[in-house]
C-alpha cells in the first residue's frame, strides 16, 4: 500500500479543509495517509513517502513562510517522487482571477525550484462571522472591489470539492502500481 504525505498550513481552516478532503480521498482508494499541520514541530521527511501533497494559502500575495521553508528544506526528496501542490486562495474563485491565482502557483514554483507532478489553484472561503471587526471591515472592502461577496452576516464557501477530489486521484494514479496484464 502505498503512503502519501498530506502536509498544509492554514491561516482561517479552509486550507485544512481542503487537506483534510484529499487524505479521506486517498484513504478510500486504499493509501497509508500520513496528515501534518506544517508549523507544529518537526514534520515527518518526505523522502518516507511514496508521494507528497503540500497545500498552503495565500495571504498578502504570498504563501505561508512555513509552506515555502518547507518545501526549500525538501525539494530534492520532493522532486524524487510524485507530488502536488494545493495554492487556495480566493483569487481562484472567479474567472476574472483565476490567472493571478495561477500566477501565485507559478511563482511560488519558481522560488522554490519544486515541480511537483499535479497542480491546483483552490478557491478558498470567506468566514465573515468568524472575523473580528476591523478584519471583517478590510475583508468586505477588499472583496467589494472585486464585486465579490460582501454580505457581512454569513459566511462564503467556493472550494470546488470535486476538482480537489480530481487532483488527490490524479496524484493517487501517478503512485499506484501500473495494472498487470496477463
Known sequence: M??????????????EKVARRVETTLRERGHDVTLVTLGGGTPPDPA???GVVVAGSIHAGRHQPVVETFVRDHV????????GFLSVSLSAAEEATQAEAEGYVDAFLEETGWK?????????????TEYG????????????KRSGDTDTSRNYEYTDW???EAFAADLAAAIEPAPTTR
Open 2 to 15: 502505498p503512503s502519501i504525505l498530506v502536509a498544509y498550513a492554514t491561516t482561517e481552516g479552509q486550507t
Open 48 to 50: 518516507d513517502f511514496d
Open 76 to 83: 530534492d526528496a520532493l522532486n524524487a517522487r510524485p507530488t
Open 116 to 128: 511537483p507532478r499535479v497542480t491546483l489553484p483552490v478557491a478558498g472561503a470567506l468566514r465573515y
Open 133 to 144: 471587526f476591523l478584519k471583517r471591515t478590510l475583508v468586505k472592502h477588499v472583496v467589494g
Open 162 to 164: 470535486g476538482a480537489v
